[in-house]
């Protein structure tokens, strides 16, 4: 695919299931809390996952989802320390070191917008060490609102001013992509492959990539 990039300054890019692979996230919320939810509550971890699923389910899309101090508080559990437990298992998906090795030695200016929470985010940079290559990195809690909704661009772009005409999206959710698109944002990528343990998924709203090699010509 061809991006234009010369018509592109701002570069935003999603981290959980876009920069990282999100089978991290997967395993630890569908085997790992589960495992340790089991534990503590004397459940078997299938009456474990059967009494979390609908919890987690009903949170989807919320800010709250992305709170560990919400989930911690919730199951009674120590979620990041839990995160800290498994981090070893963090990892930067295929060619996004490639593709951020290129934007750093280019003029664009280069954010990271994520919906993880801020001790979660850290955790993320510390293992990879990702963070040099961002201008800035904003997560959606300092503003108080997540990414799929239409103010948190608003507040994007007030303290971050860039031209919404000149700036491209990376991001593996689809409602995150609309949302970033009713406010304006003109080029729009959606990331098929978030977890490599499972099949790409396509859309028909908006371009895809597989991984970072589809866009790398022409930047
Ligand atoms: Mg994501």
Redesign the pocket.
């Known amino acids: 695919m061809q991006i234009p990039w010369d018509k592109i300054d701002t570069v935003l890019l999603?981290?959980?299931?876009?920069l990282l692979d999100?089978n991290f996230d997967n395993h630890f919320w569908n085997e790992f809390v589960p495992l340790k939810y089991a534990e503590q509550n004397n459940l078997s971890i299938a009456e474990a996952k059967d009494q979390l699923k609908p919890q987690f389910k009903i949170m989807e899309g919320q800010l709250e989802w992305y709170c560990l101090d919400y989930w911690s508080h919730k199951l009674n559990l120590n979620i990041a320390e839990l995160k800290q437990e498994v981090s070893e298992f963090i990892t930067v998906m295929p060619h996004v070191m490639e593709f951020l090795e290129i934007l750093l030695h280019s003029t664009k200016k280069v954010l990271l917008v994520?919906?993880a929470h801020r001790d979660s985010l850290n955790l993320k940079m510390d293992k990879t060490c990702l963070q040099v290559f961002f201008d800035d990195i904003i997560s959606s809690h300092d503003y108080g609102v997540p990414k799929e909704d239409f103010d948190f661009w608003n507040k994007l772009q007030s303290g971050n001013s860039f031209d919404k005409e000149r700036a491209i999206l990376i991001?593996?959710?689809s409602s995150?992509l609309e949302s970033a698109r009713n406010f304006g944002i003109k080029y729009l990528l959606f990331?098929s492959k978030?977890d490599s343990n499972l099949p790409p998924r396509y859309s028909s709203d908006f371009d895809y990539i597989i991984d970072f090699r589809d866009i790398m010509s022409g930047l």
């Open positions: 999603d981290m959980d299931g876009t999100l994520t919906n991001d593996d959710s995150v990331v978030p």
